[in-house]
């Protein structure tokens, strides 16, 4: 098998000198600002080792990677009762759709797509001020990856609530079905914040690592979720996580991910490491383009597939 030390920096330097980047997202305002051609990558393998290549360092907005974080926390505070309000079926659509609300009746398909991550940040705010909630969350992001330094990024939430109109859209329509318990503004101010949580690749595969650990986070020995919960989040994360390019991404990557339009990938190869890429310009379906090619690369040069052992 290829040593990753020799293979993470070769990749880096490979997509560092791709031309066909993709586009950054420009319907959030502040993500137009972004360099499209920052690279980074970091794998956390579960026997401790953190190997980094590229901007690795580097913060940037983690957008639609916090909904794994915040399915997580709805999962451990309200359970299986979750499923009522939210489905787990890859939609077949982009992420920001509204088409399917009406025939289902306000359950959005999956907790990956906004009105899905929406739901679930209802069920966080429960009993709470949106302040707690997104403390909240941001306190679980930082334990998960033992990190008090990371952040959220208050321009990108102001950015995109300025701008949020199809966002608005969902919360409201699901809220004239009875299936969010919050004002709309007040779901959606949570949301935006933590779409806007800056992180590095170094600390995002850092706080995944308890999914590639049954649970379990190797480095602090702390236990996140069970096995058995860790397991269905995965297998979330490789139906839906990359919205309407979860079956390619299966097909190419063939482990589970989850996207966000600030241009990273989280990738988990169960038993063995958690993986985090960032390359901020988009494929057409709203996932990272360099980010997806190298992750394909990877998982091919370390024989890394969920479908074989
Ligand atoms: N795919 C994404 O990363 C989308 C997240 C973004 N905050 C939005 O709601 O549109």
């Known amino acids: 098998m290829a040593e990753l030390e020799e293979v993470l920096p070769a990749l880096a330097e490979e997509m560092a000198a791709r031309t066909d980047r993709g586009e950054v997202a420009d319907y959030i305002p502040q993500l137009r600002k972004i360099d499209p051609d920052r690279f980074g990558i970091a794998v956390a ?45 890859p939609s077949g659509n982009p992420f920001n759709s509204i088409v399917q609300l009406e025939h289902e009746l306000g359950i959005p398909r999956n907790p990956f797509i906004n009105a899905g991550a929406i739901v679930v940040t209802d069920v966080l705010l429960a009993g709470h001020q949106p302040r707690e909630a997104l403390g909240e969350i941001l306190r679980f992001i930082q334990f998960l990856a033992d990190d008090d330094g990371i952040a959220i990024d208050r321009e990108v939430a102001a950015s995109e ?9 969902l919360a409201n329509y699901m809220r004239a079905f009875g ?5 709309p503004e007040l779901a959606l101010g949570v949301y ?16 995944a690592q308890f999914l590639a650990h049954e649970g379990r986070n190797p480095a602090t020995g702390h236990s ?15 139906t839906c996580g990359h919205y309407d390019g979860s079956g390619d991404f299966a097909f190419r990557v063939g482990i589970p991910g989850k996207s966000g339009v600030g241009g990273g990938i989280i990738g988990i190869v169960p038993g063995v490491a958690s993986i985090a890429v960032w390359s901020p310009g988009l494929n057409e379906n709203g996932n990272s383009r360099l980010g997806s090619i190298a992750l394909e690369k990877l998982t091919k040069a370390m024989n890394w597939s969920v479908f074989a052992p």
């Open 45 to 89: 393998l579960n026997d401790g080792r953190v190997i980094t290549a590229g901007d690795a360092d580097e913060a940037f907005s983690i957008q639609s990677i916090s909904k794994m974080f915040t399915l997580t926390l709805a999962l451990g505070k309200v359970g299986d009762a979750l499923w009522r309000r939210v489905g787990r079926e």
């Open 161 to 169: 609530r300025a701008t949020g109109y199809r966002n608005f859209a």
């Open 179 to 183: 299936n969010l318990q919050h004002e």
């Open 192 to 207: 935006f914040h933590h779409c806007a949580i800056a992180m590095s690749c170094r600390q995002l595969a850092l706080s």
């Open 224 to 238: 996140v979720v069970s096995a058995e919960r860790a397991r269905r989040i995965l297998a979330l994360m490789l």
